[in-house]
């Protein structure tokens, strides 16, 4: 049976760095997989949050965001605007409406998402937001739940907690993750910054010896009902 996969992310580029090996392999083997990107990343990097100001700036990224997408498959993106690295100024029960209604949209059988521990304050209020609009309850669509690693986010929260027990290979798909990852020419850093095309290499090497493969994305298993 075909399963539909959802990928909660804070910002743009979060999807790439999480997990878009194992969505591209999952995809190759016949499931449809959606984004929903709920940040409109960039503006807090400057002294003030000026939207208007930041319009060309923003269709640029969107543009990327597209176009990285579209390199594995991702049948839709859903793109929201709440403020980038402000998340905690926002009601959570906003975001968690956005989440519950994309969900009602595409029934996502699995999410990925955040790590609850991440440092960024985002990454943080996504996984609880996601949580909370994917309760337990009788006819909830989505059976599987896992938390992803962010470069330069996951691995700078000190002390150090993320420890995954779910491993994806990705050395058939490492390629189109790296490629992707290409698309947001706006978010690439140099080397040796995590988030660099050599360091999204490097993890996935370093993960994949922790299991004796070549090339792996890992996670932490949130919830999975069989």
Request: charged share 30%.
């Amino acid at each position: 049976m075909k399963k539909n996969i959802l990928i909660i992310a804070a910002h743009p580029d979060d999807e790439v760095l999480g997990c878009f090996g194992t969505v591209a392999r999952l995809i190759k083997e016949g499931y449809e997989a959606y984004t929903l990107i709920l940040g409109e990343g960039k503006t807090s990097r400057d002294e003030e949050r000026v939207v208007e100001n930041h319009k060309d700036v923003i269709e640029g990224l969107n543009e990327e965001i597209q176009k990285a997408n579209d390199i594995i498959g991702i049948k839709k993106v859903f793109v929201e605007s709440f403020p980038d690295n402000r998340f905690d100024s926002v009601d959570l029960l906003d975001i968690i409406k956005v989440i519950s209604k994309v969900k009602e949209e595409v029934m996502p059988d699995i999410i990925f998402t955040h790590y609850e521990h991440d440092l960024n304050i985002d990454h943080q209020i996504t996984y609880k937001a996601v949580i909370t609009a994917t309760r337990p309850m009788e006819d909830e669509c989505v059976k599987e739940i896992y938390s992803f690693e962010i470069l330069s986010s996951t691995e700078w929260n000190y002390p150090i907690s993320f420890s995954p027990d779910t491993y994806y290979d990705i050395n058939d798909t490492l390629d189109l993750k790296i490629k992707a990852m290409k698309a947001y020419s706006s978010e690439l850093c140099e080397y040796p910054h995590p988030r660099s095309l050599e360091g999204i290499e490097l993890n996935a090497k370093y993960r994949g010896m922790s299991v004796g493969k070549k090339a792996v994305e890992a996670f932490k298993n949130i919830r999975v009902l069989k």
